[in-house]
C-alpha cells in the first residue's frame, strides 16, 4: 500500500490524483492533504479519504479547518503555513509525495520530500525552473525518485530507456516538447490587444488553473517545461525544441542519432500521466478513455510563432544566462500574470514586465536557498514597480 500525501489537493492535478486513487483503493492511500485557503473543499475531500494530516497553507484559515473537520468527526491533525507544508512532505506518513502546489509557493515542501527520500510526484514546475540544481542536489542526498507529472516531461520520461547515465549513453539527439499553440494560436499581435483574462483562459484541449490557462497563452508554459526539461534530463537548451501540435495527442517526442522518433500519444488527460507516475514501472487503469486514432484522422505540427509569443524565447534567454535567471523570469510572470487577471494589465504587456525585470536585475549564481527566495521576493518588488510604471 502506497501512502500518499498531496500537496495542492484543491487544484485540477489535485481532482485527476485523487479519481486515480479511488480506482485503485487497494494499492493507494491518502494520508495527507493541502489546500491554500479553500476550506470547505479540503474539508470535503477530508471527510472522503481521510487522512492522517490537513494542512491549510494560508494561517488565518486553520481555526476554520479545525473547527470544521471537528463537526464531521474527522479526526485529521491540522497543520498550516510554509511549515506545514514541509512536515507534510517530508513525514513519516507518506512514501509519496505529489507536489502539486501552483507556483513559486511549492519549492519548500518540494524540496523537502526530495530530502526526504520520497517518491516525488511533480506538477509544480516552478521549483524545478527555480532550484533545478538544488532539487537533483536533494534528490541525490535523499536517495528518493523523481517523476514528472507534466504531461510533456512524462512523455519524454516514457519515451527515454532507464538506466543510461547520460541522454548521449542512450543515443539521444534532442527532445521535442509538444505544445497545443494555446486559444490564440494563428493569431497576430496585433488581434491580441484586446484580449480578456476569459479569453486566455478558454484552452482549447485541457481543463487547467487559471494561471497555468494563461502561461499556456502566452507560451511562457512551454518555456518553462523547457527550462524543467533541462533539468529534469540533463539536457542542453540546444537540444529541447518546441514544436506546436493542435490535437494535443502527442504529448512529446524523443529523437535518437539513428533517426528514429518515440512519441507518447493519449487523449489529453491528466490521469494517464499521474497513473504512470503512481503506479511506475507498472501500469495500471488511469479511467481516461482509449484513443481513437481513426476518428482523430489527422495529426498536425506547426513551427511556434516566435514573433507574436514571445515568452519562449525569454525562457531559453534565462536558461542560458542560469544562475537566478530563471528564478527571475518566474517571478515576474508570476506577478504579471496575477495582475493580467486581476485586469491591471494588458495581455501583451505580460512579456514586456518579464523582459524588462530580466534585463534590470542581475543573475547572480545560486548557492543555497536562501538565495533563491531572496531573488525571489525582489524579483516580484521590481516586476511589481514595472507593472506600476506601464499602468499609470
Not at 48 to 63: H, K, S, Y
Not at 355 to 373: F, G, M, T, V
Amino acid at each position: 500500500m502506497m501512502r500518499i500525501a498531496l500537496l495542492g489537493a484543491t487544484g485540477s492535478i489535485g481532482a485527476s490524483t485523487l479519481d486515480v486513487v479511488a480506482r485503485h483503493a487497494d494499492q493507494f492511500r491518502i494520508t495527507a492533504l493541502s489546500a491554500h485557503r479553500n476550506v470547505e473543499d479540503l474539508v470535503t475531500l477530508c471527510q472522503r479519504f481521510r487522512p492522517q494530516i490537513a494542512v491549510i497553507a494560508d494561517p488565518a484559515c486553520e481555526a476554520d479547518l479545525v473547527r470544521r473537520l471537528k463537526s464531521i468527526d474527522v479526526d485529521a491533525r491540522v497543520l498550516s503555513g510554509p511549515q506545514g507544508l514541509i512536515e507534510a512532505a517530508q513525514g513519516g506518513h507518506a512514501d509519496c509525495v505529489v507536489a502539486a502546489i501552483v507556483g513559486a509557493a511549492g519549492l519548500e515542501s518540494t524540496l523537502a520530500a526530495a530530502h526526504a527520500g520520497k517518491r516525488l510526484l511533480l506538477a509544480n514546475k516552478e521549483s524545478v525552473v527555480m532550484a533545478g540544481a538544488l532539487l537533483r542536489a536533494a534528490l541525490d542526498a535523499g536517495g528518493g525518485e523523481l517523476l514528472p507529472i507534466d504531461s510533456e516531461h512524462n512523455a519524454v520520461f516514457q519515451c527515454l530507456p532507464h538506466g543510461r547515465n547520460s541522454l548521449a549513453d542512450a543515443g539521444v539527439r534532442r527532445l521535442l516538447l509538444t505544445a497545443s499553440g494555446g486559444p490564440f494560436r494563428g493569431r497576430s499581435r496585433e488581434e491580441l490587444v484586446e484580449v480578456t483574462p476569459d479569453m486566455a483562459c478558454a484552452h482549447p484541449n485541457w481543463s487547467m488553473g487559471r494561471k497555468i490557462s494563461v502561461d499556456s497563452a502566452t507560451l511562457m508554459n512551454k518555456g518553462l517545461e523547457v527550462i524543467e526539461a533541462h533539468f529534469l534530463f540533463d539536457a542542453a537548451a540546444s537540444d529541447i525544441e518546441v514544436v506546436v501540435h493542435p490535437q494535443s495527442i502527442v504529448h512529446s517526442m524523443v529523437e535518437y542519432c539513428d533517426g528514429s522518433v518515440l512519441a507518447q500519444l493519449g487523449n489529453p488527460d491528466m490521469r494517464t500521466a499521474i497513473a504512470y507516475a503512481l503506479a511506475w514501472p507498472e501500469r495500471i487503469d488511469a479511467g481516461v478513455a482509449p484513443l481513437d486514432l481513426v476518428r482523430i484522422a489527422q495529426l498536425g505540427f506547426e513551427a511556434v510563432d516566435r514573433r507574436t509569443f514571445r515568452c519562449l524565447d525569454l525562457a531559453y534567454q534565462a536558461l542560458a544566462v542560469g544562475g537566478i535567471a530563471p528564478t527571475l523570469l518566474n517571478a515576474a510572470n508570476e506577478e504579471a500574470v496575477a495582475a493580467f487577471l486581476g485586469g491591471r494589465l494588458p495581455f501583451l504587456a505580460i512579456e514586456a514586465v518579464i523582459e524588462e525585470c530580466l534585463a534590470r536585475l542581475p543573475s547572480n549564481p545560486i548557492s543555497q536557498l536562501s538565495d533563491l527566495i531572496d531573488s525571489d521576493l525582489t524579483a516580484r518588488r521590481e516586476a511589481q514597480r514595472i507593472i506600476g510604471s506601464l499602468v499609470a
